[in-house]
């Protein structure tokens, strides 16, 4: 009600002023009028009757004024006359204006970004039905001592399915490549290998033709339909219906197409283009129970909570262990909502980390203008002091301060956008986290891309609440001390009586805060550089320099493991044929690959491990002859392979050092015989050779045992082809198609890298988190040093006379130099206290990020105290010299 | 007896209580509150015209020009329901303060 009354009152003072204005002269001169009438009634004469009912009402003017002051519209009024005078004063000084605008944009632009990242890594909730009901379900495996989550095999997901009461659907999943092969270029496709419940689990609809029925998801070997995600179906179809009932050849066999999902849709794994059915596998492969190819998703019923979906899946281990035994127990299954494990703890902490750098910057940005500001105030402060004594109240001239501040924070959050936008394109196009999104830096946890990084309406949000918070941080204190000023005060005095005492109390502060931020930022900057120096300097155990890496896939056909073998062979041969190879070589798998096969191994010599305890496991590659000189592997004992170890003479393996160390310490592993739980190895190999060690994991963890076997003795469809040239290995490429292309016609060449590139991939995410850190502490140091030259010009200026004095007195230039810089010190030693104090906290979050260096790392410390401490008292330097150059004769005129 | 300052958020209470009795101006209304406290309480013109004013603003009051006693057009308030109300509120809470300050005084 009385908000109706309001706007109503509103409304008449906007539209129809002259009326209510003219009503409000005429009710006032009634008073007068009346009030008179009375006096001349008790006896006063006329003139002198009205002169005191006017000077009863103290003043016609001050009381329209003050009946103003409760008028809602007239506040409107105000406003706008902040804004034009505001306005007024921000054009009169542009260069001002421009670097207070400029260092706002900076600071709330990186903020904008880095919020983005954070809105679609952590904030955002995931785009599915209901997203807080959706949990990932896990089987527990403890070979290496650490329990870890594992995927699931078909037969084991069944026992779930059958045992399970507490969620309403679930489904499995698992990320496959393919070869599409027909009309057009042979591509190679991700794809995703679903049960049918997967869509109704997640709430995916298709957004043409269907997803998948229930009966296609219960008989092996039957159901080839497939469904598209929309780019896919954009790129390859140009977005055509009629592609519903379509066939398409993936892996030589055709499928058909039944829908096409909604864009923006990429499915749990790596981002697929289309999915095809468990269920188009055959019985025995589908029946294999300990091949664990498949996540778990599954959704919560209604009223079941997490704990107890926990607790349930704890005993359902149990159920699924005793229904499939082999020999070792403990396996368990266990639950995380999706929600928990959508990023990889350790990109959570940069994530973070990253934010909290961020909005430091911004901080020393907003102390920075307030810097600008309260200078200006004291330049402004005759101005304000006029304002003051023609009836400005402290109040008036308080908000007329802030609006500057907020149109200056609106100006640079506008600003700020283009920042903004510039770095959200460069961090998306950067993909920071696409390696490490899939197994996370170190191969922990799965994590889930689902939202992408964009400038949208949330960041906007963000930026213009960070761009208002930021005007009331930057304003309020020089707007207060402006105010605080005595008018008459201001009016009599110099500006430098008034300087001296609040020196170090105001901007003397400021100085010590800006320190002590830039100092915690150059700290984790620092910590990284060297994290990255140290990792960069890690012996991967390959030469990566000239060789070119290509991934070949063959297709899942009739094809003999025999004719497998021939098609690489042949295709080793006709490469090393080509000019400028070295030499040539294949693997399995490359250097910090991240995942690579693990099987279990057992010596003749020893007891199998107790039931219970987790049996021994070791890295298996599968290699050619020429892969470990190709890679310039060196070989310490024994022999490497050649090309009489095929298929059907006895198995032989390659270990590396770390496996002949820990397996048969103070032995010499030669003719040691193991077996590997793999193809024919199972039954025995003998140990021929031990290479040096190579880190086939992520980068930052040491190697571990591997065992190498010779691939035509374990044929794999899936082969790298390795290639060391004497030139630019890039421009092998070229030749690889050509005799791909002849070879097999179907076959798609993909992953082709140097391995130079794969190393550089595998340090991309915390490259991001260096260059990133590095940026913001650069910007920090700036800014402070800005600030601080500001904080000590200003001082300087405003002690002119005194300086002047001074030297009239005898006083040399040094004097003057090194009394300023003394004075400067105090500030940059304490702001350089209090920032190591907070560096030493605030690394700690760091720890998980560093890599062989401890968050306390004294070097780095005082690497950053001596640059610090160089650069603020450089800036400081200058404008002690300017001041050493004063002329008394000319300054002691000034005043 | 000196005069006193209208008690602090006592001047809106005052000025309901005079308006429900019948529409005044606003000379009418400080002239009555005059008369009312024997000249004791002290109503600056300067206050009790933003008063007017606000409480117009928020529907309390309502107001209409005619022409006074004695000829002249004044601007005349009156209550609308909204002040009824009010009144009401502001007497209840006014009666329930002094009985309790009363009791502090006596009791004590």
Redesign the interface.
């Known amino acids: 009600?009385?908000l109706?009354?309001?706007l109503k009152?509103v409304a008449r003072w906007v539209f129809r002023r002259g009326e209510v204005e003219r009503?409000?002269h005429?009710?006032?001169e009634?008073?007068i009028?009346?009030?008179a009438?009375?006096k001349i009634r008790d006896g006063v004469a006329p003139d002198e009757a009205r002169r005191l009912a006017r000077l009863?009402?103290?003043?016609v003017e001050?009381?329209k004024e003050?009946?103003r002051?409760?008028?809602?519209g007239a506040q409107l009024d105000v406003l706008l006359q902040d804004l034009r005078y505001g306005w007024r004063s921000l054009t009169r000084q542009p260069g001002f204006t421009a670097i207070v605008v400029v260092t706002l944009a900076v600071g709330i632009g990186a903020n904008t970004a880095i919020y983005s990242v954070v809105d679609a890594t952590l904030l955002r909730p995931l785009p599915f039905r209901e997203p807080d009901r959706l949990m990932a379900v896990f089987l527990m495996e403890s070979s290496n001592g650490a329990p870890s989550r594992i995927a699931w095999s078909y037969p084991k997901y069944e026992t779930f399915r059958q045992n399970q009461q507490v969620f309403e659907n679930s489904a499995l999943y698992g990320t496959r490549l393919t070869n599409l092969t027909g009309d057009g270029e042979p591509e190679r496709l991700q794809i995703e290998e679903v049960s049918a419940g997967y869509f109704p689990v997640l709430g995916v609809e298709a957004q043409l033709g269907r997803t998948f029925l229930p009966s296609e998801d219960a008989i092996p070997e039957q159901n080839f339909v497939t469904v598209l995600s929309d780019s896919l179906w954009r790129r390859r179809f140009g977005a055509d219906p009629s592609v519903i009932g379509r066939t398409m050849d993936l892996d030589s066999k055709p499928y058909t197409v039944v829908g096409v999902l909604p864009a923006g849709f990429q499915g749990l794994g790596s981002p697929a283009d289309l999915w095809v059915p468990v269920h188009r596998l055959d019985a025995e492969t589908l029946g294999q129970r300990w091949q664990h190819n498949w996540t778990l998703v599954a959704r919560l019923k209604p009223d079941v909570r997490v704990e107890k979906a926990q607790s349930a899946m704890t005993a359902l281990g149990r159920i699924i262990d005793e229904a499939h035994p082999d020999g070792r127990a403990g396996w368990g299954a266990t639950t995380e909502t999706l929600e928990r494990i959508r990023i990889d703890p350790t990109i959570r902490t940069s994530v973070l980390v990253l934010f909290g750098a961020v909005s430091f910057v911004l901080l020393i940005a907003c102390v920075n203008v307030a810097n600008l500001l309260l200078a200006r105030g004291t330049s402004r402060k005759r101005e304000i002091a006029i304002r003051c004594a023609i009836g400005a109240g402290r109040f008036r001239v308080i908000r007329q301060l802030l609006t500057e501040s907020l149109m200056l924070g609106l100006l640079g959050g506008a600003a700020s956008l283009t920042i903004g936008y510039a770095s959200i394109y460069a961090l998306s196009e950067l993909n920071p986290f696409g390696a490490a999104f899939t197994f996370g830096r170190r191969g922990s946890g799965r994590l889930f891309t689902l939202n992408s990084i964009h400038l949208d309406s949330r960041a906007l949000l963000f930026t213009l609440a960070i761009a208002i918070a930021t005007s009331v941080v930057f304003g309020l204190a020089p707007a207060f001390q402006a105010a605080r000023r005595n008018a008459t005060d201001s009016l009599k005095k110099s500006a430098y009586q008034i300087r001296t005492r609040r020196f170090m109390a105001g901007k003397g502060m400021l100085v010590i805060v800006e320190i002590a931020l830039a100092f915690v930022l150059l700290i984790g900057a620092g910590l990284m550089i060297k994290s990255l120096d140290n990792l960069l300097g890690t012996r991967i155990g390959i030469d990566p320099d000239n060789t070119l890496s290509v991934r070949l896939t063959l297709p899942f056909d009739s094809r003999t493991p025999q004719a497998v073998a021939g098609f690489f062979d042949e295709m080793e041969r006709r490469i090393a044929a080509e000019p400028g190879v070295i030499s040539v070589g294949l693997s399995s798998g490359h250097a910090l690959e991240s995942r690579y096969m693990q099987n279990v191994i057992r010596f003749p010599d020893r007891p199998t491990e107790p039931t219970g305890t987790a049996p021994t496991t070791v890295g298996t590659l599968q290699v050619s002859p020429g892969y470990f000189k190709t890679m310039k592997i060196p070989l310490l004992r024994g022999r490497s392979f050649n090309s009489a170890d095929r298929g059907g003479t006895p198995p032989v393996v390659i270990v590396n050092e770390t496996a002949a160390r820990q397996f048969w310490p103070g032995e010499n592993p030669i003719g040691k015989r193991v077996f590997v739980q793999y193809g024919v190895f199972t039954r025995g190999a003998e140990v021929i050779g031990v290479v040096g060690d190579v880190r086939y994991g992520p980068m930052d963890q040491p190697p571990k045992p591997d065992a190498y076997l010779p691939y035509r003795q374990a044929t794999q469809r899936s082969m790298i082809l390795f290639g060391r040239t004497s030139g630019d290995p890039v421009a092998l490429v070229e030749a690889v198609r050509r005799h791909a292309g002849t070879l097999d016609r179907m076959l798609p060449i993909y992953d082709i890298k140097t391995m130079r590139q794969r190393i550089n991939d595998a340090t991309v995410s915390i490259r991001f988190i260096v260059i990133l850190l590095t940026a913001f502490a650069v910007i920090a140091i700036v800014l402070a040093v800005v600030g601080i030259y500001g904080v000590m010009s200003f001082a300087v200026r405003h002690r002119t006379n005194e300086i002047g004095i001074r030297m009239a007195l005898g006083a040399r230039s040094e004097d003057v130099v090194r009394q300023v810089v003394r004075q400067a010190s105090t500030l940059i030693l304490i702001g350089t206290a209090i920032g190591l104090a907070g560096a030493l906290a605030a690394t700690r979050v760091l720890s998980s990020a560093l890599y062989e260096v401890q968050p306390h790392d004294p070097l780095t410390y005082l690497a950053i105290v001596v640059i610090l401490v160089a650069a603020s008292l450089l800036a400081s330097y200058l404008p002690a010299r300017q001041a050493s150059t004063i002329d008394p004769s000319v300054t002691l005129r000034m005043d | 007896m000196a005069k006193v300052d209208v008690p602090q958020g006592t001047l809106e209470l005052l000025i309901l209580t005079i308006l429900n009795r019948e529409p005044l101006?606003?000379?009418?209304i400080s002239?009555r509150l005059a008369q009312l406290t024997a000249d004791g309480f002290q109503v600056?013109?300067?206050?009790l015209?933003?008063a007017l004013?606000?409480m117009?603003?928020?529907?309390k009051l309502a107001a209409e020009?005619r022409a006074?006693d004695?000829n002249?057009?004044?601007?005349y308030y009156r209550l609308t329901r909204?002040g009824k109300k009010q009144l009401e509120r502001e007497r209840e809470r006014w009666n329930r303060v002094t009985m309790l300050i009363t009791n502090v005084l006596e009791n004590a």
């Open positions: 009600m009385i109706i009354h309001r009152s009503e409000l005429g009710e006032l009634s008073f009028e009346l009030a009438k009375d009863e009402l103290r003043g001050q009381t003050r009946v002051g409760y008028r809602w | 101006h606003g000379h009418g002239q600056n013109p300067g206050s015209f933003p004013y606000k117009e603003q928020d529907g020009w006074s004695n002249r057009n004044a601007k909204t």
